[in-house]
């Protein structure tokens, strides 16, 4: 069952029939939604298990990602790290349980693919890819003076006084330095990351739980350790804090912001969404649903310092802050083995390398890859059955690079 | 509180901040998104609340409603059934606790009013307006051939042979003369609609609830009482059966089809979605979430037989046997006082008047409403507090056709 093929949410035959056999239900009471292979099914109709906030994309028309397939990408070759055989870039995308890939260059679309229980037209979870939005919508609001990252998050949030965000700063919060207990071990059941989903309305509670019952409980609940400042920690929780900041230095939803901020002005082809816990609250940290081909317009955006066809969405200035990314010194030591020399800044994943990397990551391998010096992005939905990038980066990170090298050459 | 103006959810604050105050959150889990006044907020943020599946509108351009917006209908009065004394139009909106309403003339927008927690961007609940939409598939799938609607429900459905349905045919269904056990009156919490809105997952269920889980188990518990096809009788289960013998019969979703064979082709502006319950199943009968110009849309191509633009839509005989109306004598001993002379058919109310008007109606004031001796259609959202149309004709049916009289006099 552990590889693409014998996990096709196709051809298992998940959730069709009307009604579907019993066998074949996937729901979110009883946590099938959350299994593998459902999740294969689960992320590519997620609107349909849980309440979403929708995100606008206007009455305008989208912006074209021209068609140009080349035929010459499926046969790239790469070395997966740790491998001593190289592997094709085709076999990569089952390898990792991709559900979609859409590759640009120079913004056109030269590759695109759907596979699994994913179409063009259907939405997919974006998990921490929703990260990436909520940190350039912060560096936004820094370059517009409505955010000071200096300033404390109580400056804000006042009812985090007491919580292990009572001494970060904003900035701390953007670059995820803070210092807080926090474990986001997905594979362990005790794990803080769950009773975070459960107060979320992410992950069903049972009937007797008494632990917080929507996101901004739940963050008052968090308690520091250590030092804030000194290291990076991935930690979804400061993303979600980051959400509340901007919602009250903004009085709008994210839903609102990245409605007229960007779906709208970069000419999104379907709205997307954003998934809320039991009172609205939006999951800054993995909520968002979007198109495969809204992803990669984002992508092809940043690219090209937030221009988009004649239209400058977001500033260049905004750009250039986000692209400074994190310190490199202060990421080292949390062990990322796959990244080495990189850093993570304003919610983006930066390889500090020499095509000057950066990307959006989601934890079942969703990406946004941007290659500046290749001219290159890639947006990938994937279902893989291990919530962890160190399983799916060996197959992801050097294909991509590889792909890049063949585009620098071939073109 | 139970004035539209008292009862503004803008004005109380429901749901307002981040987070919202403890005594305006809406929730499903404690009922409160179903008490009124907080319902004012909730059809108009239903996504927010439930699981839902979207209708796509797929990437074309919109069909434009064009706006010539006249100033002289707000004073055109008319006399509310059982009144003495006349009304103006724009009172009448407030006192049927209207959330957005348009009026077409000609296929031009002439009246556009936004009122509570509706924006023009925003879905609202449609309730049993979706029932017509469902009709209208039908009556195109008999049209086609694909469905014959003097065969049993059962020869799609052969889960229902032991229910109430067991014995009815597809015809029977369609206009509503099954004869069935289902109590329908929203005020009684014992009545079988509560226990199948609680199966559907539209109302929560309590822990304990030992009652079916989905709609479909639902349905086969309903039994029959009286004779099938010698009376009308509104039964919301039947447009459920309707849906789904048309999901067997199309091997497609309710929104599938609702986007392939309407929403594309008639250039709807946005997006809209079904509610479904925990097994994916969609509630035909009343789960329709769309924006009011989209069914001003609907209702503008049902007026011109089907064709919207240089589009037809939907087949020209599709429309006239859906014209044709139910039975105004099976229709009669229902008592509806304020419908004298109609008929229901094909899920839709006729008036065999002079002006051949025909609506889609909603429990809550939710229609479509379509004079084609007038050339005029409205598409209304509202909100009452009462769930009962008799509360709700008085203020509603005899201004539509003050409206029209109106324009057949000035135009």
Redesign the interface.
């Known amino acids: 069952m552990h590889d693409a093929r014998s996990s096709d949410p196709d051809k298992l035959g998940w959730?069709k029939g009307?009604?579907?056999a019993k066998a074949q239900?996937i729901?979110?009471?009883d946590a099938s939604a959350y299994r593998f292979p459902q999740l294969r099914w689960s992320f590519s109709?997620y609107?349909?298990?849980?309440?979403?906030?929708?995100i606008?994309r206007?009455?305008g028309?989208?912006h074209p990602l021209n068609l140009s397939l080349r035929d010459d990408l499926d046969a790239v070759c790469f070395k997966p790290i740790g491998a001593s055989e190289p592997m094709r870039w085709d076999d990569s995308l089952s390898k990792n349980f991709t559900d979609g890939i859409v590759v640009l260059h120079r913004g056109h679309r030269i590759y695109e693919r759907y596979f699994g229980a994913l179409g063009e037209?259907q939405?997919h979870l974006c998990a921490s890819v929703t990260k990436s939005f909520v940190g350039t919508l912060a560096a936004w609001l820094v370059h517009d003076g409505q955010l000071d990252p200096h300033e404390p998050v109580i400056r804000w949030i006042p009812e985090l006084a007491k919580s292990g965000f009572g001494q970060a700063t904003i900035e701390q919060v953007l670059h995820m330095t803070t210092a807080i207990r926090y474990d986001e071990t997905y594979a362990d059941p005790e794990a803080d990351i769950w009773k975070h989903l459960k107060a979320g309305g992410v992950f069903p509670r049972s009937?007797d739980d008494q632990g917080p019952g929507?996101f901004?409980d739940y963050l008052q609940t968090v308690v520091q350790s250590g030092t804030h400042g000194e290291q990076f920690a991935y930690r979804t929780p400061n993303t979600d804090v980051l959400g509340?900041i901007l919602?009250?230095a903004s009085d709008q939803?994210l839903s609102e912001m990245m409605a007229e901020r960007i779906w709208q002005p970069m000419g999104a082809?379907?709205?997307a969404?954003l998934q809320?816990d039991?009172?609205?609250?939006e999951f800054a940290g993995g909520g968002l649903l979007a198109v495969l081909r809204d992803l990669a317009r984002f992508g092809e955006m940043m690219r090209l310092e937030g221009q988009l066809g004649n239209r400058q969405v977001i500033p260049k200035a905004v750009i250039r802050a986000i692209r400074q990314g994190g310190d490199q010194k202060k990421f080292a030591p949390a062990g990322y083995t796959t990244l080495p020399g990189w850093s993570y800044g304003s919610m983006w994943w930066h390889a500090h390398d020499d095509h000057d990397v950066y990307t959006a990551r989601g934890v079942h391998g969703q990406a946004i890859y941007i290659d500046p010096k290749a001219e290159m992005v890639i947006a990938r939905f994937a279902s893989h059955p291990v919530a962890a990038n160190a399983q799916i980066d060996p197959h992801s990170l050097p294909a991509y690079r590889a792909l890049a090298d063949h585009l620098i050459r071939e073109s």
Chains 1, 2 share one sequence.
């Open positions: 959730m009307f009604p579907p239900r729901m979110v009471s109709h609107q349909e298990l849980f309440p979403t906030r929708p606008d206007g009455n028309p989208h037209r939405h009937a929507c901004t509340w919602k009250r939803t082809e379907r709205d969404a809320i039991s009172i609205g609250f």
